[in-house]
């Protein structure tokens, strides 16, 4: 395979075709490219453009290359197709994809899109699923799935599997259901093609078979599915009936998108923003948590302003601020990422009390090897033994307690129900700057005797 | 499906069992038990007891619980297993599972676990697998795939993929060779079932199958694999020969240490470690970001060392430094992890100069909208308008220039080829710091006439 390459060039050259009308060269170019590099090509057109690539290019092809836009773009083009061409993309598309783009329209757009889509089967399924939450089983999962009924014998099962496997683009599993849809198990395909013709569903399918429930949140289908390596689970309602089926290229979106947020919101972003998203967006995310750091900046001068009379005697004792705020949130912020990940990774097991212990003894050894870096460095610029030390001491105990806090923070959260990520960042490192400047300046009065 | 929960209980209660040899018992209890679960609970167990559980339970079973146990306790239960008993294990796993096994075996060990499987296929596939680099297709692909030669007839096809097949746990697709076992293209079941048996394979395959290099970096192949929605991907040699297959199942697991690694590289841990690594292994992940901090803090204290005369006239100066730093700190991981995120999604567009005038604008309007928060703040605080103005018109300079250094450096170390995201976290901060010092310090002297 030859990977496909996005280049200047080749967006360049597509431009001018379109410009120029050329059809056939179009279609010919695209022929063997696959719709999501179709889709990269697009997102780079200005709208009219892309409007013309969608128009020209076979339905079967497009309606793929749409869900794998960026939403503007998209949203720009279904913007230019009307509610008839908009059907016709979206029967061709997996009831799931299809939920997803209707999800997108404008409100007073929906209903005549659906009344125009033809295959009226498939229009009920995409309907049933918009009543689902985005953020729940229910919004990730597709009508698509092959079943049987366990009063079926093997050759009625084999006829309605190869009508059903029609819609399906991959099959993966084949449900065995009840006389009222409720999921009863699995049927091996191997089963199914070495048994005699007349034999009973009931009698050679498997009853063990893992579903989750419809209102099922999209990370612990995630977490299910990848632990138990499935690469298809069937979703059931409240009363166990099969309502449908995730599969696993949907999980891995869940997945990525997971780790996203707890990144981004490790790095004081609140809210989910592309690197291409409009400058009022990240200043929408980025602010809040700026703000937060701008009360916490405040409130450690208030405090450092109560030692001012320090000043005169210990000047040297200010020029470390900014390293102890460092060190407190530099500490603060791994203990917390370690902590957090171990939760999302159900990692994390044993009592609070003895992760803290062991996070204490990790800052304590720390926290030494930093001090003593810092003694030598500090007495050897000033030539003050006492005063070095009082800064070394304090460094100590402002890692132990920037541990403490990274590390309480979030399991606390975690037990709240509260999401542990949003300890980490500028949360804690914020409040790591006060704590840290606050023991910092009591524990070196206190040594210095002042 | 009731979802499995490890209670301590529960583990406890295996305890007991195992401490009375109620060998039933625990054979019985772990009957429906799926082998994930099982290793869950293995896991919480002391190695007496886990190597007890391994050597009572069907091997079937056990192999497939020993590729999910934790690291240490894999290893602590091998320790107490025979060569011989090992090799069976390894038997009953896949070829990219048992390689992974293998390469945990004490070197000394290694010949003669291989020399004691009885499969000697099977052997010979494993020691393949042990030839490829870990961080390769290679060492993440298994030699279990169906292929068949593009000579052969439908008929051959079928006789020859049923065998091949009882190896395979989730056949995914057929895949074409020619003589020489070059890959050549994949087979569609539904074209094979419903073509005449004497049909040459030649005839009927699709000629445009995906495939990586057997040398391509794990995380491009989960890229791939991802943007295609492929839920295996044949893996060729250099030559084009058809040498094995990867699943999603592994490539999930590339995808969340992606994840993790560049989360934990912008919390400052330097290694792969989780929550329950010893405190040696977590201090060395932690202590080199700690000591970049430090050497950090002990440069911002030279640089305020060389403003100390302004120290009597403006105190206040001082008070802000933490808030400076902050701020300055705090800006830089947002823009970094930006576009750190943007960069391992592929998001990133257009010329690196539009990207950093973006940031500026931003930085601009984020730090006009903070200054002034700031400067009303200090102003009634203080009461001196002339100070206030010089810490706010540099806290707007300050956040600029961290926009533009968190921008700028991740972009160029990636067109340098460099992991970008070592550049968040700590190493921003820690840069940000300086730099936000710095120029606090000039700009407010400038305005100031000091």
Known sequence: MTPFKLTEELVKNIEQHIENKNNAELIALFQDVHYAD?????????????TYLIKLLDSDKTSDILTELDEDVREAILGNLSSKEIASELGELD???????????????????????????????????????????????????????????????????????????????????????KLKGRLSLKDLLTTSTKTHIKDIFIKNVDSVNVNEDPEEVARIMSKYDLEAIPVIDEIGRLVGRITIDDIIDVIKEEAERDYQMAAGISQDVEADASIWELTR?????????????????????GFEEMFREYTVLFLFTPLIAAMAGNVG??????????????????????????????????????????????????????TSLAISISLIAVIVVAGFIGTFVPLFLDKRGIDPA?????????????????????????????
Not at 38 to 50: K, S, V
Not at 106 to 112: G, I, R, S, T, Y
Not at 298 to 305: L, N, P, T
């Open 38 to 50: 179709i889709a990269e090509i697009i997102n780079e057109l200005d709208n009219d453009e892309a």
């Open 333 to 386: 912020v791994q203990s917390s990422a370690i902590i957090v990940q171990g939760l999302a990774n159900d990692d994390i097991k044993g009592s609070i009390s003895n992760r803290l212990i062991k996070e204490m003894l990790l800052a304590l050894l720390n926290g030494f090897i930093l001090s003593c870096l810092l003694l030598v460095f500090t007495w050897v610029w000033k030539g003050d033994f006492l």
């Open 285 to 305: 995310a980025r602010l809040p948590w700026l703000i937060l750091g701008l009360f916490g900046g405040a409130a450690a001068a208030v405090i450092m302003g």
């Open 422 to 450: 949003i300890a980490t960042g500028p949360f804690i490192t914020t409040s790591n700057d006060i704590f840290g400047i606050l023991i910092y300046f009591s524990i070196a009065k206190l040594i210095l005797g002042i």
């Open 95 to 181: 009831t799931d994809d299809a939920a997803d783009i209707i999800g997108e329209l404008p409100k007073e757009q929906v209903q005549d899109v659906i009344s125009k889509i033809e295959d009226r089967e498939h229009a009920k399924d995409i309907v049933d699923l918009l009543r689902y939450a985005e953020n729940s089983a229910g919004g990730l999962m597709a009508k698509e799935l092959v079943k049987v009924n366990e009063n079926w014998n093997v050759l009625t099962c084999v006829k309605e599997m190869r009508a059903q496997a029609e819609n399906v683009t991959r099959v993966h599993s084949i449900y065995v259901v009840d006389d009222e849809d």
